[in-house]
C-alpha cells in the first residue's frame, strides 16, 4: 500500500491504494469518476483517455503511484453539463457520439491533440519537422487513431475537432 495525492479536475485528492493499482480504477474505482471508461484494459482503445499534466495518456497502462503531484484531468473535469467545454458543444452539435462509450476518450483526446499542434509537437505525419504543424485531415487522423469508436462515427468527430480548431484562441 501507498499513499498517491495528485490533483484530479482542480481538487487535490489523497488515497491509499495497492501500488499496483492503474490511474484508470483509482479514478473509476477510488474517486468514483465514472466518465472515463475502461475499455479493452489494454491501451489500444483510447477510452480511458485522460489528460496528465497537459499531456493525454491511456490510463488503464499507468499506475496510480507514478503520478504523485501531478495535475489530472478527466472527462468531468473539462465541462458540465450545464457549462460545457467547447470540445463537448462540438461533439453534441456535430454528433460526433453513437453509443457514447468512447466520447469521453475521444473528447479528452481531442482537447490535447489541438494543444499538440498548438505547442508545435509534431505527429508522425508531420512533413516538416522544423515548421508549425498544422490540422490537416491527415494530421487529424494520425493523432486521433488511438481511440477507437465502434459505432464508426470518425466523420462527426472530426469534424467536431476542425470547428473547434478554427476558432480563434
Known sequence: MATVSFSVNGEVRALKLDTRTTLL????????????????????CGACTVIVGGQRINSCLTLAVMHEGETVTTIEGLGTPEQMHPMQTAFVKHDGFQCGYCTPGQICSAVAVLDEIKAGIPSHVTGDLN???????AELRERMSGNICRCGAYSNIAEAITEIAGRPA
Open 131 to 137: 515548421a508549425v504543424p498544422h490540422l490537416t485531415n
Open 25 to 44: 480504477d483509482a479514478l473509476r474505482e477510488h474517486l468514483h469518476l465514472t466518465g472515463t471508461k475502461k475499455g479493452c484494459d489494454h491501451g489500444q
